[in-house]
């Protein structure tokens, strides 16, 4: 199941951006896409079930974690393309998009881009350097849109297909923000919303593969855009994304045929899914990381050995065993880092900095940190009475309900009192973001430069008072020190000074913990091939295969092709 705020952010990739200054350039297109081009479009409907549940909210804003084509169905690509593609599973492939040309120059200090010639918003209106131009400084006119955090210091046509950026300084690291992670939208719509901010747009216009067809409370179905840039796509006439009631009734829908494509989270999906029939898959490719966030404004979360008891206390086996059925490994180093996948990025001194289950241990932390404990061992608040924290997620993420019963019970072992709350992913969404809970399980993405996830995980500009709304920085985790290495990195013109910086953060995660990383989250992705073939597999891994981020749903979706029947 994908925990997102918004579909894009907390989603790192981008070995295109491992590399000097200069000419950067991405290949074109490969050939699983043109494959299913060759493919005449036939009138298939699809139906694709992922974290819709409930009953969901008319707000389609590209930009706002909580809209519904973020928060929901995560659906944002098919409607407002980005700039350029990533792929998760294999990020030494990107992919040219609206644009087709990226250069960085002048000491990562200049971006220049080409934009494809052909494009055309779904009012047939013709997309140009205008629109990306009107974009960026959207966000800088309207930081609550700027959830990455995005700066430069001007944007400007350079005609109607280029575009020039400059930074006052080395701007390595922003560069993959504004090609992926950022949704271009149309400057002669978005110009005349008199709050861009509140602006819920009931009727996008993008220029991607859909256009909105109908929208209720319960379903959202999208239609296949006949203008669309990339000649002969998408090969799917609809799409409809149901709201149901949990991931159970998800699951249950998924076994008995009735969607295309889902994020299916269960045991035995042998038995229960596959054996079903023989059109039906799975592709579940570890790509990120699953983290206990705590709340670092509540007391004794605020204090590093009780974070550090915590993850001690916390037996990260059973959490990946039973709560999450067998399909995610314990994470072992206390650096956060996706090993063996960062091994590069790991400073040696570091390399034996594990995390441990040592209930002993733990205690002995908590005493050291000053809590007291009553004759029943239960540790105390400040009031003097058992400390009491919730943990809290969507009650219908069944895994993740799990995970917590799993850490509720350790934690008790250590005397800290908790209690597990489901509560509904608006809920949740609204309480991680505006800073009001204690402790809550979350999800990021994985990528080949581990400064993205600790750049969302731990950047205090993406952060808020509690109350207001962040964009990243959950916790609320303000650390002169931190700040230092992750600027340090984005202005770095070398990448032994990258590592310098990454160094320093990953010293900040072993002896500070402000966050608590557990497991190696997977891409839970679930298909059949009833209705169409192409989609990714463990052989032809041009993407991941779940339908939870935006960007990967779009992508997987131009590779598919309707299924030869008899």
Known sequence: MKRILNSRRW????????????????????????????????NVNLTISVNGFGPQA???????????????????????????QYDIVNPSKTYPWLATKQVLLNGDRTLTLTLHPNVKWSDGKSFTSADVVYTFNLLKKYPALNTNGITFASVAATGPL???????????????YILNQTPIVPQHIWSKVKNPVTYTDTNPIGTGPFTLKSFTPQYMVLKRNPNYWQPGLPKVNTITYPSVGSAA?????????????????????????????????????????????????????????????????????????????????????????ILPNYKSALDPKYANSNYSFNVAKAKSLLKSAGLKTNSNGQVLGKNGQPLSLSLIDPSGYADYMQDLTIISNNLKAIGIGTTVQGLSVGTWTS??????????????????????????????????????????????????????????????????????????IEGIMVHQLPVIPLVYSIDWGAYTTNNVSGWPTPTNAYSS???I??????????????????
């Open 11 to 42: 989603l790192i990739s981008s070995s295109a951006l491992l590399l000097t200054a200069g000419l950067m350039v991405a290949p074109s297109l490969t050939s699983p896409v043109a494959s299913a081009t060759s493919t005449p479009y036939a």
């Open 58 to 84: 008319d707000n389609l804003n590209p930009f706002l974690p909580t809209s519904t084509d973020n928060s929901a169905y995560s659906n944002t690509d098919m409607i407002y393309e980005p700039l350029w």
């Open 162 to 176: 280029g575009v020039k950026f400059t930074f006052s300084q080395p701007s390595f690291a922003e560069v993959y």
């Open 249 to 337: 009734a998800q699951n249950a829908a998924t076994n008995a045929g009735q969607y295309d494509w889902s994020s299916l989270t269960e045991p035995n999906l042998q038995k229960l899914f596959v054996d079903k029939s023989p059109n039906n898959h799975y592709w579940y490719p570890p790509v990120g990381v699953t983290a206990l966030i705590p709340n670092l404004t509540v007391y004794p979360l605020n204090l590093a050995p009780v974070r550090q008891a915590i993850s001690m206390a916390i037996n990260r086996t059973t959490v990946g065993t039973l709560g999450e059925w067998g399909y995610e490994s314990p994470i072992k180093t206390a650096t956060g880092l």
């Open 431 to 504: 309480d991680l973001a505006t800073g009001e809970f204690d402790l809550s399980l979350y999800y990021s993405t994985s990528g080949p430069t581990p400064y993205y996830i600790y750049n969302a995980w731990l950047n205090s500009t993406l952060g808020a008072k509690v109350g207001s709304p962040a964009a990243g920085d959950f916790q609320r985790w303000n650390d002169p020190s931190t700040q230092k290495y992750l600027t340090a990195y984005a202005n770095a013109a070398s990448n032994a000074q990258r590592q310098a910086a990454l160094s320093g």
């Open 545 to 547: 295969p779940g339908p």
């Open 549 to 566: 981020e935006a960007a990967n749903q779009e992508f997987v979706l131009l590779h598919l092709y309707p299924s030869k029947k008899g």
